[in-house]
């Protein structure tokens, strides 16, 4: 079981929705580098000291007796290059931690590495296992090879490219994180088109800090900070212009922080590198750390950051120690003058203590380089893209011309507004918070014995709200859309649902013709994976299906899952083919459940109905998880199906909350709806032998069978279904008519 000690003791800031301030655990399982990049931070890169695994069941021990694991427990193997060790030697630590860890654990495992290592044994091992994969590279080769050097001055470009050639043949997805240097900022366009041809999930871009062992920069003087602007505004404009446009970290991140700060709301909870805990460090020798990672090892001060070993430490003593309460209380004073000094506060909230030290010589300090670069400047560029997407917005609003005419062609991708089949609404958060700002009735409405849609115009009328900007858009017909006023827990005779579970209410509408009118001219587009889609299958496999689905109706209505027979992988074998020629489709297996559900998913290791959730079929980080494979749900059954969603997805929540990345996505959805329950959820209904193609990794959802009295019974693909292949199957309203 896992610990449920209260952390009484504790005295920094838990996250809503987490019951730990714990969100990684960095392991140095080696310090050594097998290169010598120039502005590299750490002393002992020479050191060829291993982390002893023996220690690890200690350290997870330390962790569960403090009460500091929570539902996941994420390690991350770094401060040093971790792909020196074998593959074996982290299939050893695996086999350790999955075995010690409290039941019921997700144990998770990252890597940051410079792939020069990677191997083809690495690569069949990081997806096997489904580790999650950084790779440090900073651009095309002159930039990368300027400073990313082996010790006797020889770039390592190609050695680089080699290990990501061998992640991309083995179909693992991986990260990108690049340091930005003095030479890069001229050059912004070729830096987005090299690292958008990489095929990167997701490019990250530190600046070029003084830290640690490196004392200078490039980017170091005063004219650096309009150069720097100058870069992200136009990695901006590239993302924006760009149908499918690079996921680059500092935008995810920074655009919910400038739009925290427009509406006048705190971007999140603290920073994690002040909170003691969020982050512990342990390196070779199994002293421990915490705040900023980089306060591991400091040259010439192996113990100043340390406060404790594995066997030493007792967490719930820390408070204590006179050594750490002397840090941490710098580290808050730090914090103090950042909040009492800076207009930024709400985007990073007291900032990275290794920095202020390295810049300043000190923790109680504000400002840094760092903070000017890497903060400041994002958040700038941030704000100046929502206000110019606000203005046109508000403009369009303001005009008394209707929105243009969709035509009436099927198209051949899913772009902009000019290119939406007509008839078919896409959704965006901005129009739904406008519809949506006031409570209803304070009291929950009781469930419906049926899935009831009222008219628009029996609507109460709402009144607006600031827009936000969500990022997964709908591809439905408006008469397949219908939409509620927010979410509810589950009353006490629902005693099926888990705790903190949250409910659609019941009371259902469509949508107005001028709502309508305002959801087709939207010009955002999702990315190429992140959205929901309503699609009709060709005639002859949407009867197929519809055999099939009676065939295993037969079993009775509540034979629960099955991995699929023949028929199931003959079906999805053909889907997959058609939706997703150009990658493998993964069937997740046939599901027969009786109707009349609320909410239909329910988690096995209870046997409780789940509510409004994201899926986890895929390891990846939380701010990647708009680019994660999504999937096709075919409805095999004779009764229309609902799919329940948010337009705002998981990972713009946490941002928006200040979630920690290895927090459970499901909790902070959770979260987010505790704290807005009037936030409006929508409905596609799913006709029978009809499927819906959705970002269920990213997408906070559930199906619906209200209502309904035969058996649900559903097939499941987990793929790479793009947008642009599932636009010729898009659901048409001519077709619903002929019907």
């Given amino acids: 079981m896992i610990n449920q000690n209260q952390l009484s003791w504790y005295r920094g800031q838990i996250q809503p929705g987490a019951r730990s301030p714990l969100q990684l655990v960095l392991v140095q399982s080696t310090s050594f580098c097998n290169i010598d990049c120039a502005y590299c931070y750490l002393p002992l890169r020479n050191n060829k000291a291993r982390f002893d695994l023996e220690r690890l069941p200690a350290l997870i021990a330390k962790l569960n007796d403090a009460g500091l694991i929570d539902r996941e427990l994420t390690f991350v193997w770094h401060a040093g290059e971790p792909l020196v060790l074998p593959p074996d030697w982290y299939r050893r630590a695996f086999a350790i931690a999955a075995a010690n860890v409290p039941e019921g654990v997700t144990v998770r495992h990252c890597f940051q590495t410079n792939a020069i290592l990677l191997s083809d044994d690495y690569a069949r091992f990081f997806k096997e296992t489904g580790a999650s994969v950084g790779v440090s590279i900073d651009g095309p080769r002159p930039m990368h090879d300027a400073r990313r050097m082996t010790r006797d001055g020889k770039g390592t470009f190609e050695r680089t490219m080699a290990g990501i050639t061998r992640l991309r043949e083995q179909g693992v997805p991986f990260t990108t994180i690049s340091v930005i240097g003095a030479e890069a900022l001229d050059q912004p366009d070729l830096v987005y088109d090299f690292f958008k041809a990489l095929g990167t999930f997701q490019a990250g871009f530190n600046v070029e800090e003084i830290e640690g062992e490196n004392r200078t920069s490039t980017l170091a003087g005063a004219e650096m900070e309009a150069r720097v602007r100058a870069f992200y505004r136009r990695l901006a404009e590239r993302a924006r212009n760009d149908p499918q446009p690079l996921s680059i970290r500092e935008f995810n991140h920074g655009r919910d922080a400038a739009l925290g700060a427009l509406a006048g709301a705190s971007a999140g909870g603290g920073s994690t590198e002040c909170n003691p805990l969020a982050i512990i460090s342990v390196d070779t020798e199994g002293r421990i750390s915490t705040f900023s990672p980089e306060l591991l090892q400091v040259s010439g001060e192996t113990d100043a950051y340390t406060f404790g070993t594995i066997e030493t430490i007792d967490f719930t003593k820390l408070w204590q120690n006179n050594h750490f309460a002397a840090i941490h209380a710098d580290i808050e004073r730090g914090v103090a003058i950042c909040r009492e000094t800076c207009g930024y506060f709400g985007a990073c909230h007291g900032g990275a203590p290794a920095n202020k030290l390295a810049e300043n010589g000190t923790f109680a300090s504000g400002e840094t380089m760092y903070c000017r670069l890497a903060k400041q400047a994002v958040v700038d560029v941030m704000e100046e893209v929502l206000l110019s997407e606000l203005q046109h917005k508000q403009a369009r609003r303001a005009s008394d011309k209707p929105a243009p005419a969709a ?227 075919v409805n095999l059954g004779t009764e229309p199906r609902r799919l329940l969603l948010l337009d705002l997805g998981v990972d713009q929540i946490a941002g928006q909350m200040g979630g920690p990345a290895a927090m459970n996505p499901t909790d902070i959805a959770r979260a987010f709806l505790a704290l807005h329950p009037t936030y409006p959820v929508l409905s596609i209904e799913v006709g029978p032998g009809e499927a819906y193609v959705a970002s269920t990794e990213n997408l906070v959802h559930d199906g619906s069978t209200l209502g309904n009295s035969a058996a649900d019974v559903t097939l499941t693909l987990l793929g790479q279904f793009r947008r642009e292949r599932i636009a010729d199957f898009l659901l048409q309203p001519e077709a619903i008519a002929a019907r």
């Avoid at 649902?497 to 019941?506: N, S, V, W």
Wanted: aromatic letters at 4%; proline letters at 7%.
């Fill in 407 to 633: 035509p009436a062609t099927r198209p051949t991708r899913i772009v902009g507004a000019g290119d939406k089949p007509s008839g078919v609404a896409v959704i965006k958060s901005e129009t739904l918070k406008s519809m949506f700002s006031g409570r209803l009735a304070d009291a929950a409405p009781s469930a419906k014995a049926d899935f009831n849609v009222a008219p628009a115009s029996e609507r109460p009328a709402l009144n607006p709200l600031f827009p936000h900007l969500g990022t997964i858009n709908i591809f439905a017909p408006a008469g397949r859309i219908a939409v509620t006023h927010g979410t509810r827990e589950p009353r006490e005779d629902e005693s099926n649902y888990k705790d903190k579970a949250r409910l659609p209410h019941a009371d259902w509408w469509r949508l107005k013709d001028n709502e309508l009118a305002q959801l087709r001219s939207s010009t955002r587009s999702p990315g190429s994976l992140n959205f929901a889609a309503l699609i009709d299958l060709p005639a002859e496999l949407r009867q197929r299906a519809l055999e099939l689905g009676r065939q295993l109706a037969g079993e009775g209505k509540d034979a629960g899952p099955r991995e699929g027979g023949e028929l199931e992988k003959a079906l999805a074998g053909e889907l997959g083919a058609l939706l997703a020629p150009d990658s493998e489709a993964r069937l997740l297996g046939s599901l027969v459940q009786a109707g009349g559900l609320l909410t239909s998913t329910l988690d096995p290791t209870d046997n409780k109905r789940q509510g409004l959730h994201v899926d986890s079929w895929a390891r990846v980080g939380l701010f990647e998880r708009g680019t994660a494979p999504n999937r096709v749900c």
